[in-house]
C-alpha cells in the first residue's frame, strides 16, 4: 500500500509545480512586485510600455473608485439606529474618502501623463483612504458587506497601481 500513496504524492506534486508554472508564464512582466499578480495582470491588459501599464492600472482603480464613490447610498439604512449626528458624520466622512479617493486617482493619472513620480506616488498612496472604514469602526457599526468587498477589492487595486509604477 505504501508505493501507491508514494506515486499518488509524487503524482499531486507534479500537478502543482506545473500548474504553477503555467500560471507565472501568463503573468505580465510589470506585475512581478504585485501582491495580487493574477488580477495585476489582468488589470495591465497587455500593456507593452510601464507607461501604458501604469495608465491602465490606474484607470481600472479609478472604475472601481467611482463604483464605490456611487455605492454610498447604501450606508445610510445601516446607521438609522444611530443618533442623527453620529449618522451623519459618518455618512459624510464615507462621502468625502470616496471623492477623495476619486480625486487621487485622477490626480495620478494627470501626474503620470505628466511624468511627475513625486505627485504620482504621493496621490496613488494617498488612495488607501481608510477614513470610512475608521469611522464606522469608531461608532460600533458595521459597514454593509457589498461595500466592504468593494472597498477591500479597491485597496488590491491600489497596492498593485503602486506596484507597477514603481518599476524600473
Not at 508505493?3 to 501568463?26: D, G
Not at 477623495?100 to 488607501?128: F, W
Request: charged residues 25%; negative net charge; glycine residues 2%.
Amino acid at each position: 500500500m505504501a508505493p501507491k500513496i508514494s506515486l499518488l504524492f509524487l503524482a499531486m506534486a507534479a500537478i502543482l509545480l506545473l500548474a504553477q508554472r503555467t500560471q507565472s508564464q501568463y503573468l505580465n512582466e510589470f506585475c512581478k512586485t504585485a501582491t495580487h499578480k493574477i488580477l495585476c495582470t489582468k488589470m495591465v491588459n497587455g500593456a507593452k510600455t510601464v507607461h501604458d501599464a501604469s495608465k491602465n492600472v490606474i484607470e481600472n482603480a479609478l472604475i472601481a473608485a467611482k463604483k464605490l464613490q456611487s455605492m454610498s447610498n447604501l450606508i445610510g439604512p445601516v446607521l438609522s439606529r444611530l443618533k442623527p449626528v453620529t449618522k451623519d458624520s459618518i455618512l459624510s466622512t464615507c462621502v468625502e474618502d470616496f471623492e477623495t479617493t476619486v480625486d487621487d486617482l485622477e490626480r495620478s493619472l494627470q501626474a503620470l501623463e505628466e511624468k511627475d513620480e513625486g505627485t504620482l506616488l504621493t496621490h496613488l498612496s494617498a488612495a488607501y483612504n481608510s477614513d470610512c472604514s475608521d469611522a464606522f469602526e469608531e461608532m460600533g457599526a458595521k459597514l454593509p458587506p457589498l461595500l466592504t468587498s468593494q472597498i477591500d477589492y479597491l485597496a488590491k487595486l491600489v497596492d498593485n497601481c503602486l506596484a507597477v509604477v514603481e518599476q524600473k
